[in-house]
């Protein structure tokens, strides 16, 4: 199905902005420049032995355009300053030659398109992370292709979300480096591989979330500020200015993330965004910017995930009660809870946490940190209630690309508390009544690490990242050498080897991960809406143990999961709902890497809900009533 054509111009409106294919051989150019002198297009005409070709534009408002006939999709063009400066388009959708060089024709409407037949909402996604320079060998949108009925069919994800995309320095890059927005990074495969991506997704019934960053720019390649006021000295971010959301002649910086929101969910049939880091974009205005592009992009029938570490509710709560509206936002207390429970790890914000209690508060209500807590990282009370928020509207997880990523080296959890640790982690995130999120060779305990990568052409630039990031870690008792970003051994560390699942213990791992998949999906306890409202989960400080008990809507299903946090074994009395239940899973199953089963085949619970268990170490017990 092909994308919708979209109008270049308009008589009742302002121009398009971009390039756009008008019709045949025509297309329209349009930039937003509302402070420059004067500006012209230059078109580049190699293909034929033409040559650049310059062409005034014509300003209109605050934009200058021009429509132009002869072209072809893949053409370079690119716009020249009076004083002989050439920039690519802001609004670029492709950079074959890098984020310095020329912009190409991109003709969305040619882009391969193939709906999801079946969407379900966000609520009820198993969300998969991937990076795509590191998840495959080939460090393509073609490579992942290749593993999409892996993740749909053997492990049981529902959607996966794709790491930043747009253009970046050089071909090594979290993505969070990108300069030009609305283009695709040309070494991942260009605007087509990742319309290829999307379109194998879909056919494999797995959701697409492409990870987007609006609230700052890469520093190399950053041309914005050239054409207008894209940045504002009202605040400072840990990249600078930040954005111009609020400040004079905003709307045209408002308009150009709305667009982009749009594209990718109209033109590359993306199902949702996930916004990167939300508390960095600055908005005072009566109606904040995130608000207002979750509206656009869920006009054009996407969902919008935002990242945040606020710990405050206004971003999904709806839009009428006013809130920001977004769908689900990433909530960072779980996984702290966890890895401080998991490791012992006391440094930096880790400080916070370190309670089976604080782990059982963030199942329970998404935030250990809702306003009635004094943080001791931050020297004072910190969040808001999430009173009337579901918690289906939480993503949560026990890794992610920031939580490993930011370590000084790039450290799995189970390089830190070892697979079995990993695995009870694992059952508590994926048997949540919220959003679960994995990272990439997280199901099978992936013995690479994922540390930060760069691959800045600015040598003083790049100096200065390899310098910042050793200073970074400050706060962190983490010792070792910090591996450079710059070097390209610290990538190639990085990248999967997916037959790794195949070998012990990483076989094991996989496995434990399928069947919570499994259980996830098919048992009638965990599914439904306001699923929070159907459990009851407790923390056993003392003997570093949570008990999450769930049930069915018709409450005729339950199932318990008994957690063990401890690294000795504990006899914990524990309080379980009274009756008799079965053993569904245990971590100690050969099956799974463990030694052997210790979990008594039944349990039977007297009147008095409480029953006296020997639990070993670092083990987690499932059982469904009989």
């Known amino acids: 199905m092909p994308a919708e054509k979209r109008p270049p111009t308009g008589t009742d409106g302002p121009p398009a902005l971009g390039a756009w294919r008008v019709e045949g051989d025509r297309w329209s150019f349009g930039v937003w420049a509302p402070e420059a002198r004067g500006l012209a297009l230059e078109v580049l005409r190699e293909r034929d032995g033409g040559g650049a070709e310059r062409i005034a534009l014509e300003r209109r408002g605050d934009a200058l355009v021009a429509t132009v006939g002869g072209l072809v999709e893949g053409d370079l063009y690119r716009y020249v300053f009076p004083d002989g400066r050439r920039r690519p388009d802001p609004r670029t959708r492709r950079q074959p030659e890098g984020v310095h060089g020329p912009s190409a024709l991109v003709d969305l409407a040619s882009l391969p398109r193939r709906p999801l037949e079946r969407r379900t909402p966000v609520s009820d996604w198993v969300i998969y992370e991937l990076h795509v320079g590191t998840f495959t060998p080939e460090g393509t949108f073609d490579g992942v292709v290749d593993e999409l009925g892996y993740l749909r069919n053997e492990l049981g994800v529902d959607a996966i979300e794709i790491m930043p995309v747009s253009p970046f320095p050089g071909t090594r890059n979290w993505g969070y480096d990108g300069v030009h927005p609305f283009a695709v990074q040309e070494s991942y495969g260009g605007p087509a591989g990742l319309a290829r991506l999307v379109a194998a997704a879909h056919e494999r019934g797995l959701a697409v979330v492409l990870d987007v960053v609006y609230n700052h720019l890469g520093p190399e390649g950053n041309y914005l500020r050239e054409f207008g006021p894209y940045f504002t000295h009202k605040y400072e971010t840990p990249w600078g200015d930040a954005l111009n959301f609020d400040d004079a002649r905003s709307d045209g910086v408002r308009a150009f993330f709305r667009d982009n929101a749009i594209q990718w969910i109209r033109d590359y049939g993306v199902d949702a965004l996930r916004l990167d880091a939300v508390q960095m974009i600055h908005d005072a205005s009566p109606r904040h910017v995130v608000a207002e592009i979750a509206e656009a992009a869920q006009a054009h029938g996407g969902f919008v995930i935002a990242e945040s570490d606020m710990n405050d509710p206004v971003t999904v709560r709806p839009r009428p009660e006013g809130g920001w509206g977004v769908d689900a936002q990433w909530s960072d207390d779980l996984h702290h809870s ?174 434990w991960h399928r069947e919570l998949l499994g259980l996830r999906h098919g048992h009638p306890a965990l599914g439904g809406s306001r699923r929070g409202d159907r459990m009851i989960v407790r923390g056993y400080d003392t003997d570093r143990v949570v008990t999450m008990e769930r049930w069915s809507e018709d409450g005729r299903s339950r199932l318990i999961a008994i957690l063990a946090f401890a690294r000795e074994g504990r006899v914990p009395r ?39 268990l020997a639990l070993p170490p670092l083990g987690a017990w499932i059982y469904e009533s009989c």
């Open 574 to 612: 524990l309080a379980i709902s009274p009756g008799e239940w079965g053993r569904k899973l245990d971590t100690g199953d050969p099956r799974f890497g463990g030694d052997g089963v210790a979990s008594p085949a039944e349990l039977r619970v007297e009147g008095s809900g409480e029953i006296e």
């Open 338 to 511: 966890i890895h401080d429970l998991l490791t012992g790890e006391r440094s930096g914000y880790y400080i916070d946490y370190g309670e089976a209690s604080d782990v059982a508060t963030a199942l329970r209500r998404g935030f250990v940190y809702d306003g009635t807590r004094q943080s001791k990282f931050r020297g004072k009370a910190f969040g808001r209630s999430t009173a009337g928020i579901p918690c289906e509207r939480h993503v949560v997880c026990l890794q992610n690309h920031d939580q490993v990523g930011n370590r000084a080296r790039g450290d799995r959890i189970a390089a830190l508390a070892g697979v079995e640790g990993a695995k009870v982690g694992a059952a508590a995130v994926l048997l949540s009544p919220e959003i679960p999120l994995l990272f990439m060779g997280e199901e099978y305990a992936a013995p690479q690490p994922f540390p930060f990568f760069t691959s800045h052409g600015d040598p003083g630039l790049a100096r200065a990242v390899t310098e910042g990031r050793r200073n970074e870690f400050a706060a962190f008792a983490w010792v070792g050498e910090v591996p450079d970003p710059q070097a390209e051994a610290t990538f190639a560390s990085a990248v999967l080897r997916l037959g790794d699942r195949h070998e012990p213990p990483h076989d094991g791992v996989l496995a």
